[in-house]
Structure formats: C-alpha cells, structure tokens
Nanobody, 128 residues
Framework: QVQLVESGGGSVQAGGSLTLSCAAS????????MGWFRQAPGKEREGVAS????????NYADSVKGRFTISQDNAKNTLYLQMNSLKPEDTAMFYC?????????????????????WGQGTQVTVSS
C-alpha cells in the first residue's frame, strides 16, 4: 500500500520559516520522482519543487527559487521542503506527490498530472 504522509505545516508570520516532511512507504524510494505542490483557495494546484531521489537533482518553480529547498533522507524514506522568507502569498495547502520514474523523466516535472501518488496535504498559513 502506497502512502505519502505530510507533516510540518502551521502558521507563521511573514519572513518566517517552516519545514515540511513527507514520509513515503510502499514504494522503492530511490526510484521516485517526488515533488511538493500547493493549492490556495480558489486557485489551481501548482508545482513548487521536485527532485529525483536517485540523483538528488532538484527543480524549483520561479516563485520559490532562493527561498525553498527540497531535500531527502534516504534512510527515513522522507522528503523535506525547507521554506524560508515566507510570504502571505505562500499560504496554501501543501501536498507531497510521487511517481516511479527514471531520472530523465523527473527533470522539470512540476505539473500535477505528471505525478501519480499524493498525500493528504498539510496547511501552511503565512500572516502579514
């Protein structure tokens, strides 16, 4: 049974930081393309960052470059998203997603329909 379980969301003031975690099970972690997505009320789900677990090469949306860092802990089968310099416009439900793939597939993958497995989401609220 495939499971992606996010945690770490919360409420912070603008300029603050949060780290999200996504624990993966039921899949071979090293063969995953994994990503973080977010969806604000009334808006479409958008890709934030993705990474191929096998080679750790990341990919970021322009809106978060320099502020967010995607990383992994292979021993824990866990994906992270370190978010710094948070802005009110970062407020959204954040989702972890994954798909079994090769490294080449994962390059520049930030569209929701490019991922097959999803977590339940964790809320991030940034106040001004």
């Amino acid at each position: 049974q495939v499971q992606l379980v996010e945690s770490g969301g919360g409420s912070v003031q603008a300029g603050g930081s949060l780290t999200l975690s996504c624990a993966a099970s039921g899949l071979t972690f090293s063969r995953l393309c994994m990503g973080w997505f977010r969806q604000a009320p009334g808006k479409e789900r958008e890709g934030v960052a993705s990474i191929y677990i096998g080679d750790r090469i990341p990919n970021y949306a322009d809106s978060v470059k320099g502020r967010f860092t995607i990383s992994q802990d292979n021993a824990k089968n866990t994906l992270y998203l370190q978010m710094n310099s948070l802005k009110p416009e970062d407020t959204a439900m954040f989702y972890c997603a994954a798909i079994v793939s090769g490294g080449n597939y994962c390059r520049q993958r930030l569209k929701p329909n490019e991922f097959g497995y999803w977590g339940q989401g964790t809320q991030v609220t940034v106040s001004s």
